[in-house]
């Protein structure tokens, strides 16, 4: 086994640089709240730990344009108590608060439940309906990318070597606008999602629709963005037609495997009426 | 193996420790420091037993390296009675009976005193989802539930 070293850069430059000359072999610590069980079980052998909670920027939340940029590595503690974000993206907090119990949530970061790319990670969907953009920063320079095109399979993503999550802008909101997130699992606590699902949208002052992301979790190898979904939603008032076609819509995206947790029929099922339930809460919220 | 000099405080004692780089916090507490009264029933984040704060965040201390205690203040279950004063909560639990084997308790009580300092006045759902992260094998949770609830309304009390 290589003797493992642990650094803590004070500023991304120097962490981007860490990382880059390692060449795959590093891992970047956030919360650790899957890297260390992930390390303790054997499953990855790092040589160097990158611990960036010291630079200042990833731990940092700021409005900005009446949006919010958060630091990649905040803690669902500390978002937890950001009164602007619970206002603005109530959705967003309630996903990322789901993930474990409180110990968990005083360490866990949403850039870790991104970049861990697990297909059932909680913030992910909620994050992607609210259309929110990471910075990215590499031996390159900084980059921006939308949140769903950064897993591409079950513990892969687009990152480059050497790239860091550096924060999420969730933008600022239309007046009525509204999120939410559900999941299922076979407990109240701390499991494993069966099924996810995040929407936002938007709606006019008599009611209807006017804009809408809907997206799901853990029904395939990456959280999906359902256009289709979207597309039920927009236009109506969330009446009985436009409900069943966001059902038929989310059925129709899921490409789920079957395990302990619940079967393919079921995970399909389920979707559809997490989805449901979801544009309900999101159309609450909005109405105020 | 180059071993990583920390500077810490636990218990508002400043504490300095050499650890390896893979070390776990619960590991230095226990192997290192002898602190051994948090402990260790899963090593993988689900159990609670290793429960400590670190500058006022409760943590599992099991996916936490040595190393990242550099600067902080760590409160463990051996900094909560003050001298031979017991905690109102270590107190009430001893009273109610909220312990059989133990293994739970000290991170059982350090989650509780984080969540009185937080919300002094929990409903019993705030508290069983607070705790959801600290498994007991024995009690049934019913009595810890309770005593931390009993304890809540005479902190408030007092
Ligand atoms: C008991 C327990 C319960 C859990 N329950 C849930 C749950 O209910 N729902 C859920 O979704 N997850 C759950 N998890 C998983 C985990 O807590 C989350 O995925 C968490 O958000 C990970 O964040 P972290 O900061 O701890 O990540 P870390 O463990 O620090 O990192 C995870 C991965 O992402 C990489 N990484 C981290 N930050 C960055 C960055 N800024 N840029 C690039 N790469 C980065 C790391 O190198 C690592 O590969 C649970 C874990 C435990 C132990
Ligand atoms: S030993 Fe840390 S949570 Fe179980
Ligand atoms: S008292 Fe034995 S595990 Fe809780």
């Keep these: 086994m290589n003797a493992l070293t642990y650094e803590s850069p004070g500023s991304l430059d120097e962490a981007v640089k860490l990382l880059a000359a390692?060449?795959?072999?590093?891992?970047?610590?956030?919360?650790?709240?899957?890297?260390?069980?992930?390390?303790?079980?054997?499953?990855?052998?790092?040589?160097?730990?990158?611990?960036?909670?010291?630079?200042?920027?990833?731990?940092?939340?700021?409005?900005?344009?009446?949006?919010?940029?958060?630091?990649a590595s905040v803690s669902g503690a500390v978002l937890g108590e950001h009164d602007g974000m619970k206002a603005a993206w109530p959705g967003v907090v309630e996903a990322f608060e789901l993930i474990g119990s409180t110990q968990i949530q005083g360490r866990a970061s949403m850039g870790g439940n991104l970049c861990n790319g697990s297909p059932a990670a909680d913030a992910v969907p909620a994050m992607i309906a609210a259309d929110a953009v990471c910075t990215i920063a590499g031996p390159n320079g900084r980059r921006e990318a939308k949140v769903e095109d950064i897993v591409t399979g079950p513990g892969q993503t687009s990152l480059a070597n050497g790239?860091?999550?550096?924060?999420?802008?969730?933008?600022?909101?239309p007046a009525r606008s509204g999120d939410a997130y559900l999941r299922f699992i076979p407990r109240t606590e701390m499991d494993i999602a069966v099924v996810g699902a995040g929407i936002s949208l938007t709606l006019d002052d008599a009611g209807v629709c006017t804009d809408a992301r809907v997206a799901l979790g853990a029904v395939a190898p990456t959280q999906l963005l359902l256009q289709d979904g979207a597309a039920a939603l927009i236009g109506s008032k969330l009446d009985g037609a436009a409900m069943e076609k966001l059902d038929a819509a989310a059925r129709a995206a899921c490409r789920p495997i079957t395990d302990k947790r619940g079967t393919i029929e079921y995970r399909i099922k389920v979707a559809g009426v997490l989805a449901r339930r979801a544009a309900k809460i999101a159309q609450q919220r909005a109405e105020g | 193996m180059a071993k990583i000099h920390v500077t810490t405080t636990i218990n508002g004692e400043p504490v300095e420790f050499l650890c390896e780089p893979q070390q776990t916090m619960l590991d230095v507490l226990r192997d290192e420091l002898?602190?051994?009264?948090?402990?260790?029933?899963?090593?993988?984040?689900?159990?609670?037993?290793?429960?400590?704060?670190?500058?006022?965040?409760?943590?599992?201390?099991?996916?936490?390296?040595?190393?990242?205690?550099?600067?902080?203040?760590?409160?463990?279950?051996?900094?909560?009675?003050?001298?031979?004063?017991?905690?109102?909560?270590?107190?009430?639990?001893?009273?109610?009976?909220?312990?059989?084997?133990?293994?739970?308790?000290?991170?059982?009580?350090?989650?509780?005193?984080?969540?009185?300092?937080?919300?002094?006045?929990?409903?019993?759902?705030?508290?069983?989802?607070?705790?959801?992260?600290?498994?007991?094998?024995?009690?049934?949770?019913?009595?810890?539930?309770?005593?931390?609830?009993?304890?809540?309304?005479?902190?408030?009390?007092?």
Aim: hydrophobic share 40%; aromatic share 4%.
């Design chain 2, 34 to 158: 002898r602190l051994t009264g948090s402990k260790e029933g899963c090593a993988t984040g689900d159990c609670g037993a290793c429960s400590v704060t670190v500058g006022d965040r409760l943590v599992c201390s099991c996916l936490m390296l040595g190393a990242e205690a550099e600067g902080q203040e760590i409160e463990t279950i051996e900094g909560m009675a003050d001298g031979d004063t017991l905690h109102p909560l270590q107190q009430k639990f001893l009273e109610e009976a909220a312990l059989q084997c133990g293994i739970c308790t000290p991170g059982v009580l350090i989650a509780a005193k984080a969540l009185l300092a937080k919300n002094p006045d929990p409903s019993e759902s705030e508290v069983r989802y607070w705790l959801a992260g600290n498994l007991c094998r024995c009690t049934g949770y019913d009595k810890i539930i309770r005593a931390v609830m009993d304890c809540a309304a005479d902190m408030r009390g007092a």
């Design chain 1, 22 to 71: 390692a060449k795959g072999n590093a891992k970047v610590l956030a919360g650790g709240t899957d890297l260390l069980v992930q390390l303790r079980m054997g499953m990855i052998k790092p040589a160097m730990i990158i611990d960036i909670k010291k630079i200042p920027e990833l731990t940092a939340i700021n409005e900005e344009n009446g949006g919010y940029r958060v630091g």
């Design chain 1, 163 to 173: 790239e860091i999550v550096v924060d999420f802008l969730f933008p600022a909101r």
